[in-house]
Nanobody, 121 residues
């Protein structure tokens, strides 16, 4: 059974940093792209970043370029989202999802319960 568990969210001041973690189990994650998407209150979900099985990453949100990076550790079955210089508009529930493909297609078929990120002074 595919399971994804996000952690690392919290309250942070503008300009601060957080690292989100996604723990994967129940499938061979090394063969799949893993991505992060977010949903703010009253808004549609928005793709943020994805990393393919090869380690190549793809940005879906221009607003996070230069501030967010994604990495994966297949041996630990973990994917990380490093978020720097956070802004209030980054406030959202962040989810990690399993892409249907080994590359980043943006099509997810499994995701976790999400972790709340709040950026506020």
């Amino acid at each position: 059974q595919v399971q994804l568990v996000e952690s690392g969210g919290g309250l942070v001041q503008p300009g601060g940093s957080l690292r989100l973690s996604c723990a994967a189990s129940g499938f061979n994650m090394e063969y799949y792209g893993i991505g992060w998407f977010r949903q703010a209150p009253g808004k549609e979900s928005e793709g943020v970043l994805c990393i393919g099985s090869s380690g190549r990453s793809a940005y879906y949100a221009d607003s996070v370029k230069g501030r967010f990076t994604i990495s994966r550790d297949n041996a630990k079955r973990m994917v990380y989202l490093q978020m720097n210089n956070l802004k209030p508009e980054d406030t959202a529930v962040y989810y990690c999802g399993t892409d249907l493909h080994s590359y980043c297609s943006g099509q997810y078929d499994s995701w976790g319960q999400g972790t709340q990120v709040t950026v506020s002074s």
